[in-house]
């Protein structure tokens, strides 16, 4: 069997502690997280920040601070949001790659979010891979529609991004497409050859779901609390490190090895 990535999305932009008291919000209280999820398997932090009222920010120096409590606990890969949150101009959701991150997400296409929407144009999308590229980030290519894997086939054609290419397939977004293990492998089916990729899949069923359909397809994971809230049906997660453990528990027990940060730095060729 193959080694596979967990990421752990601790935050996110849009749960709130109303939806889980144990959602963590502060600099310390994401560091902590990141931390157990990382003690629990997860190789991966994809990040979000909030501001002092629980609103989503990319404020660079809360994602300074932020980045600075995880470095002190572990060697775990960041990766930041330039998808941050509904209503952000680019220009605002851009801020966090000054920090240099070794990965950040690349949204490939424009999309229905609920009653929300969230707007990336081909030419916006060419301005965050520019940006990326320049800094030697590696994107996250996710694609929440098919359309988005075309999209990013064409960033890929103008050289904008270069192999090795990595992609979350994120399925099950409010009003966008749904989770199923057919949908999930026809996407994978269309990203070039010899691609990374995790599955993103939104919601509590859709989230487990996406575990056992990625690992007969060799994809990697992804839980947290940005994208799902509870445990079991009805049931709140106790923390981020909880549902981590259970996508290790699932992997291994299917045979898969469980990367660690360094795995990753080689796999995804990251700066380090
Ligand atoms: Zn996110």
């Known amino acids: 069997m193959y080694k596979t990535v967990i990421t752990c999305a601790v935050t996110g932009a849009e749960t709130t502690k109303k939806d889980n008291p144990n ?73 966090p790659l ?18 929300d929407y969230i707007i990336n144009t081909l030419p916006m999308m060419r301005e965050v891979a520019s940006q990326m590229q320049k800094c030697g980030i590696r994107p996250t290519l996710e694609c929440f529609d098919l359309s988005h894997v075309d999209a990013s086939l064409q960033l890929i054609k103008e050289g904008l991004v270069t192999p090795p290419y990595y992609y979350g397939i994120v399925l099950n977004v409010p009003s966008g497409v749904r989770y199923d293990p057919d949908t999930l492998a026809f996407f994978v089916r269309r990203i070039p050859k010899g691609s990374f990729w995790t599955a993103i899949g939104i919601g509590g069923k859709a989230s487990l779901q996406s575990i056992y359909g990625a690992i007969p397809l060799e994809g990697f994971l992804r839980v947290g609390m940005e994208d799902n809230v509870y445990f079991a049906k009805g049931l709140l997660a106790e923390s981020n490190a909880q549902l981590v453990a259970r996508a290790a528990r699932i992997a291994r027990e299917y045979g898969c090895d469980i990367a660690t940060p360094a ?4 796999l995804l060729q990251l700066r380090g």
Request: hydrophobic share 45%.
């Open 23 to 95: 959602l963590p919000i502060t600099p310390a209280e994401i560091a902590d997280a990141a931390h157990e999820a990382y003690l629990a398997g997860a190789a991966v932090l994809h990040l979000h920040v909030r501001n002092k009222a629980g609103r989503p920010t990319q404020d660079i120096k809360v994602f300074k601070k932020t980045i600075e409590l995880v470095r002190r606990k572990c060697d775990m890969v960041i990766e930041v949001t330039t998808g941050a949150a509904v209503g952000m101009s680019l220009e605002e959701r851009l801020l």
């Open 98 to 115: 000054a920090l240099d991150p070794e990965m950040a997400s690349l949204d490939c296409g424009t999309m229905n979010f609920g009653d």
């Open 263 to 266: 795995d990753v730095r080689k």
